[in-house]
Protein backbone atom coordinates (compact mmCIF):
# COMPACT_ATOMS: atom_id res chain seq x y z
CA UNK A 1 0.00 0.00 0.00
CA UNK A 2 1.68 3.46 -0.77
CA UNK A 3 1.70 6.39 0.68
CA UNK A 4 -0.53 9.50 -0.16
CA UNK A 5 1.02 11.85 -2.85
CA UNK A 6 3.31 14.55 -1.45
CA UNK A 7 2.85 17.67 -2.06
CA UNK A 8 5.94 19.40 -1.51
CA UNK A 9 8.04 16.72 -3.29
CA UNK A 10 5.51 15.10 -6.40
CA UNK A 11 5.98 11.82 -7.85
CA UNK A 12 6.79 11.35 -11.24
CA UNK A 13 4.79 11.04 -14.39
CA UNK A 14 2.68 8.06 -14.54
CA UNK A 15 4.25 7.21 -18.14
CA UNK A 16 7.99 7.34 -16.50
CA UNK A 17 6.25 4.96 -13.49
CA UNK A 18 4.75 2.88 -16.11
CA UNK A 19 7.82 2.32 -18.22
CA UNK A 20 9.81 1.26 -14.62
CA UNK A 21 7.25 -1.07 -13.47
CA UNK A 22 7.27 -2.62 -16.75
CA UNK A 23 10.82 -2.89 -17.97
CA UNK A 24 12.68 -3.01 -14.73
CA UNK A 25 12.50 -4.59 -11.14
CA UNK A 26 10.20 -2.50 -8.69
CA UNK A 27 13.71 -1.26 -6.84
CA UNK A 28 15.18 0.05 -9.53
CA UNK A 29 15.67 3.56 -10.19
CA UNK A 30 15.34 5.20 -13.37
CA UNK A 31 18.09 7.67 -15.09
CA UNK A 32 16.20 10.65 -13.48
CA UNK A 33 15.75 8.85 -10.29
CA UNK A 34 19.14 7.83 -10.00
CA UNK A 35 20.48 11.43 -10.72
CA UNK A 36 18.37 13.13 -8.26
CA UNK A 37 19.08 10.59 -5.46
CA UNK A 38 23.04 10.46 -6.87
CA UNK A 39 23.00 14.46 -6.03
CA UNK A 40 21.49 14.61 -2.88
CA UNK A 41 23.89 11.94 -1.49
CA UNK A 42 26.93 14.38 -1.70
CA UNK A 43 24.67 16.72 0.81
CA UNK A 44 24.29 14.27 2.86
CA UNK A 45 27.70 12.40 3.15
CA UNK A 46 29.16 15.82 3.84
CA UNK A 47 26.72 16.23 6.72
CA UNK A 48 27.29 13.07 8.60
CA UNK A 49 30.70 12.93 7.88
CA UNK A 50 31.84 12.98 11.46
CA UNK A 51 29.50 9.93 12.42
CA UNK A 52 30.66 7.24 9.91
CA UNK A 53 29.41 4.81 12.60
CA UNK A 54 26.60 6.20 13.41
CA UNK A 55 24.28 4.95 10.23
CA UNK A 56 20.54 5.77 12.22
CA UNK A 57 20.92 9.19 11.30
CA UNK A 58 22.14 9.01 7.87
CA UNK A 59 19.28 6.56 7.21
CA UNK A 60 16.98 9.28 8.03
CA UNK A 61 17.97 11.17 5.50
CA UNK A 62 18.80 8.72 3.25
CA UNK A 63 14.71 7.44 3.29
CA UNK A 64 13.80 11.07 2.64
CA UNK A 65 16.27 11.51 -0.52
CA UNK A 66 14.83 8.42 -2.13
CA UNK A 67 10.87 9.31 -1.51
CA UNK A 68 11.80 12.60 -2.70
CA UNK A 69 13.84 11.55 -6.24
CA UNK A 70 10.71 8.30 -6.58
CA UNK A 71 7.72 9.48 -4.66
CA UNK A 72 7.29 5.82 -3.25
CA UNK A 73 8.24 4.06 0.30
CA UNK A 74 9.76 0.49 -0.56
CA UNK A 75 11.15 -2.37 1.97
CA UNK A 76 13.83 -2.42 3.91
CA UNK A 77 14.88 -4.89 1.73
CA UNK A 78 15.41 -2.47 -1.17
CA UNK A 79 16.61 0.20 1.34
CA UNK A 80 19.27 -2.10 1.48
CA UNK A 81 19.81 -2.79 -1.90
CA UNK A 82 19.80 0.81 -2.79
CA UNK A 83 22.35 1.49 0.32
CA UNK A 84 24.54 -1.11 -1.11
CA UNK A 85 24.74 0.65 -4.98
CA UNK A 86 24.68 4.42 -3.69
CA UNK A 87 26.00 3.95 -0.19
CA UNK A 88 28.27 0.83 0.63
CA UNK A 89 29.80 2.31 3.55
CA UNK A 90 27.04 2.46 5.37
CA UNK A 91 25.94 -1.01 6.95
CA UNK A 92 22.71 -0.32 9.00
CA UNK A 93 20.85 -3.36 10.68
CA UNK A 94 17.52 -4.78 9.77
CA UNK A 95 15.84 -3.38 12.59
CA UNK A 96 17.16 0.18 11.58
CA UNK A 97 15.85 -0.18 8.72
CA UNK A 98 12.73 -1.20 9.33
CA UNK A 99 11.91 2.03 11.97
CA UNK A 100 13.26 4.48 9.81
CA UNK A 101 10.85 3.50 7.49
CA UNK A 102 7.74 3.54 9.69
CA UNK A 103 9.02 6.81 10.93
CA UNK A 104 8.79 8.22 7.23
CA UNK A 105 5.48 6.33 6.60
CA UNK A 106 4.16 8.60 9.66
CA UNK A 107 5.59 11.22 8.69
CA UNK A 108 4.32 11.25 5.25
CA UNK A 109 0.51 10.69 6.68
CA UNK A 110 1.23 13.71 9.00
CA UNK A 111 1.78 15.66 6.17
CA UNK A 112 -1.35 14.67 4.17
CA UNK A 113 -3.12 15.05 7.63
CA UNK A 114 -1.52 18.87 8.12
CA UNK A 115 -2.56 19.46 3.87
CA UNK A 116 -6.06 18.55 4.53
CA UNK A 117 -6.06 20.73 7.13
CA UNK A 118 -4.83 23.64 5.61
CA UNK A 119 -7.34 23.03 2.66
CA UNK A 120 -9.99 23.23 5.00
CA UNK A 121 -8.68 26.17 7.31
CA UNK A 122 -10.44 29.58 5.88
CA UNK A 123 -7.55 32.14 5.05
CA UNK A 124 -7.69 35.52 7.60
CA UNK A 125 -9.39 38.23 5.86
CA UNK A 126 -6.02 40.23 5.18
CA UNK A 127 -4.95 37.17 3.22
CA UNK A 128 -7.71 36.53 1.25
CA UNK A 129 -7.59 37.10 -2.46
CA UNK A 130 -10.42 40.37 -3.38
CA UNK A 131 -13.46 39.54 -5.16
CA UNK A 132 -12.74 42.05 -7.76
CA UNK A 133 -9.73 41.09 -9.74
CA UNK A 134 -6.34 43.12 -9.14
CA UNK A 135 -5.73 45.68 -11.42
CA UNK A 136 -1.73 44.33 -11.94
CA UNK A 137 -0.51 41.14 -11.99
CA UNK A 138 2.45 41.62 -9.66
CA UNK A 139 -0.31 41.90 -6.77
CA UNK A 140 -1.49 38.57 -7.41
CA UNK A 141 1.91 37.26 -7.36
CA UNK A 142 2.54 38.61 -3.83
CA UNK A 143 -0.79 37.55 -2.54
CA UNK A 144 0.19 33.97 -3.96
CA UNK A 145 3.61 34.07 -2.75
CA UNK A 146 2.12 34.70 0.70
CA UNK A 147 -0.37 32.33 0.82
CA UNK A 148 2.36 29.65 0.11
CA UNK A 149 4.19 31.14 2.93
CA UNK A 150 1.85 30.48 5.61
CA UNK A 151 0.97 27.13 4.31
CA UNK A 152 4.52 26.43 4.77
CA UNK A 153 4.57 27.85 8.03
CA UNK A 154 1.24 25.61 8.91
CA UNK A 155 2.65 22.52 7.49
CA UNK A 156 5.92 23.16 9.85
CA UNK A 157 4.05 23.84 12.75
CA UNK A 158 2.07 20.47 11.85
CA UNK A 159 5.12 18.72 11.24
CA UNK A 160 6.86 19.34 14.34
CA UNK A 161 3.25 18.74 16.83
CA UNK A 162 2.88 15.46 14.73
CA UNK A 163 6.74 14.67 15.71
CA UNK A 164 6.33 15.62 18.91
CA UNK A 165 3.28 13.39 19.00
CA UNK A 166 4.79 10.25 17.27
CA UNK A 167 8.46 10.26 17.85
CA UNK A 168 8.05 9.47 21.32
CA UNK A 169 6.10 6.04 21.17
CA UNK A 170 7.50 5.28 17.40
CA UNK A 171 11.26 6.24 18.23
CA UNK A 172 11.44 4.42 21.52
CA UNK A 173 9.97 1.33 19.84
CA UNK A 174 12.25 1.07 17.43
CA UNK A 175 15.24 2.01 19.70
CA UNK A 176 14.01 -0.66 21.89
CA UNK A 177 13.92 -3.19 19.17
CA UNK A 178 17.08 -1.99 18.06
CA UNK A 179 18.54 -2.54 21.60
CA UNK A 180 17.03 -5.73 21.77
CA UNK A 181 19.09 -6.75 19.02
CA UNK A 182 22.36 -4.99 20.36
CA UNK A 183 21.97 -7.24 23.54
CA UNK A 184 20.99 -10.41 21.33
CA UNK A 185 24.64 -9.50 19.23
CA UNK A 186 25.99 -9.02 22.63
CA UNK A 187 24.94 -12.07 24.26
CA UNK A 188 25.49 -14.56 21.32
CA UNK A 189 29.54 -12.34 21.13
CA UNK A 190 30.13 -13.17 24.99
CA UNK A 191 28.92 -16.94 24.45
CA UNK A 192 31.75 -16.78 21.32
CA UNK A 193 33.97 -14.87 23.53
CA UNK A 194 33.91 -17.50 26.21
CA UNK A 195 34.49 -20.28 23.99
CA UNK A 196 37.38 -18.53 22.10
CA UNK A 197 38.45 -17.92 25.63
CA UNK A 198 37.97 -21.34 26.40
CA UNK A 199 39.67 -22.36 23.43
CA UNK A 200 42.76 -20.53 23.85
CA UNK A 201 43.49 -22.12 27.17
CA UNK A 202 43.32 -25.04 25.74
CA UNK A 203 45.89 -24.67 23.44
CA UNK A 204 47.91 -22.54 26.36
CA UNK A 205 48.10 -26.09 27.83
CA UNK A 206 49.09 -28.06 25.04
CA UNK A 207 51.31 -26.05 23.62
CA UNK A 208 53.09 -25.79 27.53
CA UNK A 209 52.87 -29.41 27.36
CA UNK A 210 54.14 -29.68 24.14
CA UNK A 211 57.26 -27.13 25.27
CA UNK A 212 58.04 -29.78 28.02
CA UNK A 213 58.05 -32.95 26.09
CA UNK A 214 60.65 -31.10 23.91
CA UNK A 215 62.67 -30.06 26.53
CA UNK A 216 62.77 -33.94 27.46
CA UNK A 217 63.61 -34.86 23.70
CA UNK A 218 66.13 -32.29 23.90
CA UNK A 219 67.80 -33.38 27.54
CA UNK A 220 67.51 -37.39 25.66
CA UNK A 221 68.92 -36.27 22.55
CA UNK A 222 71.75 -34.86 24.49
CA UNK A 223 72.21 -38.03 26.77
CA UNK A 224 72.27 -39.59 23.02
CA UNK A 225 74.57 -37.28 21.52
CA UNK A 226 76.88 -37.88 24.11
CA UNK A 227 76.82 -41.68 23.94
CA UNK A 228 77.21 -41.20 20.53
CA UNK A 229 80.23 -39.44 20.98
CA UNK A 230 81.86 -41.97 23.88
CA UNK A 231 81.35 -44.66 21.32
CA UNK A 232 83.03 -42.89 18.39
CA UNK A 233 85.81 -42.32 20.82
CA UNK A 234 86.21 -45.93 21.98
CA UNK A 235 86.07 -47.13 18.26
CA UNK A 236 88.79 -45.07 17.54
CA UNK A 237 91.05 -46.31 20.35
CA UNK A 238 89.62 -50.01 19.34
CA UNK A 239 90.96 -49.32 16.13
CA UNK A 240 94.51 -48.06 16.80
CA UNK A 241 94.68 -50.83 19.19
CA UNK A 242 93.94 -53.24 16.80
CA UNK A 243 96.09 -51.56 14.05
CA UNK A 244 99.12 -51.93 16.76
CA UNK A 245 98.16 -55.87 17.40
CA UNK A 246 98.05 -56.01 13.53
CA UNK A 247 101.41 -54.63 13.10
CA UNK A 248 102.80 -56.79 16.09
CA UNK A 249 100.99 -60.41 14.83
CA UNK A 250 102.97 -59.59 11.21
CA UNK A 251 106.07 -59.00 12.63
CA UNK A 252 105.46 -62.57 14.73
CA UNK A 253 104.07 -64.05 11.18
CA UNK A 254 107.29 -62.84 9.28
CA UNK A 255 109.40 -64.28 12.72
CA UNK A 256 107.91 -67.39 12.56
CA UNK A 257 108.07 -67.85 8.85
CA UNK A 258 112.25 -67.23 9.19
CA UNK A 259 112.55 -69.95 12.06
CA UNK A 260 110.15 -72.16 9.90
CA UNK A 261 112.55 -71.27 6.78
CA UNK A 262 115.42 -72.16 8.82
CA UNK A 263 114.44 -75.24 10.18
CA UNK A 264 113.42 -77.07 7.05
CA UNK A 265 117.26 -75.61 5.35
CA UNK A 266 118.59 -77.59 8.65
CA UNK A 267 116.41 -80.42 8.34
CA UNK A 268 117.10 -80.68 4.58
CA UNK A 269 120.70 -80.57 5.58
CA UNK A 270 120.32 -83.31 8.30
CA UNK A 271 118.82 -85.46 5.25
CA UNK A 272 121.47 -85.18 2.90
CA UNK A 273 123.68 -85.77 6.06
CA UNK A 274 122.07 -88.98 6.95
CA UNK A 275 122.31 -90.12 3.01
CA UNK A 276 125.68 -89.62 2.79
CA UNK A 277 126.19 -91.82 6.38
CA UNK A 278 123.42 -94.51 4.72
CA UNK A 279 126.04 -94.18 1.68
CA UNK A 280 129.04 -94.76 3.54
CA UNK A 281 127.85 -97.60 5.74
CA UNK A 282 126.91 -99.61 2.64
CA UNK A 283 129.72 -98.90 0.98
CA UNK A 284 132.24 -100.25 4.32
CA UNK A 285 129.46 -103.29 4.06
CA UNK A 286 130.47 -104.13 0.37
CA UNK A 287 134.18 -103.82 1.61
CA UNK A 288 134.08 -105.99 3.95
CA UNK A 289 131.81 -108.67 2.07
CA UNK A 290 134.21 -108.70 -0.34
CA UNK A 291 137.43 -109.46 2.05
CA UNK A 292 135.59 -112.35 3.40
CA UNK A 293 135.10 -110.79 6.69
CA UNK A 294 131.89 -111.71 8.44
CA UNK A 295 128.99 -109.15 8.19
CA UNK A 296 128.54 -106.07 10.73
Known amino acids: MHP ?13 SLARNAG ?9 EARSLVMQLGDLRTRHAGNPRQHRPFVHDFLRAVHHATGRVYSAGTYRKLLQA ?3 ERTPSTTTLETEKNLLEHDLKSRAVAVGIAAAT ?4 AEAAPS ?34 FAGQDRSVG ?19 IKTRAQAARMALEVQAAATQAEERARELAVL ?5 DQAAALGAMAEELHGSRQFAMQAI ?22 DKEQQVDMYRQMAFSKGGPAR
Open 175 to 193: LQAHNDYLRERLAVTEEDL
Open 24 to 32: RPRFALTDD
Open 225 to 229: YQNVK
Open 254 to 275: DGVRGETRAAKERCAQLEQQLK
Open 132 to 165: VPAPAPARETGLELQQIIGLLHHLAARLDQQDRV
Open 86 to 88: YAP
Open 122 to 125: PLPA
Open 4 to 16: PPDPLFPPPPASA
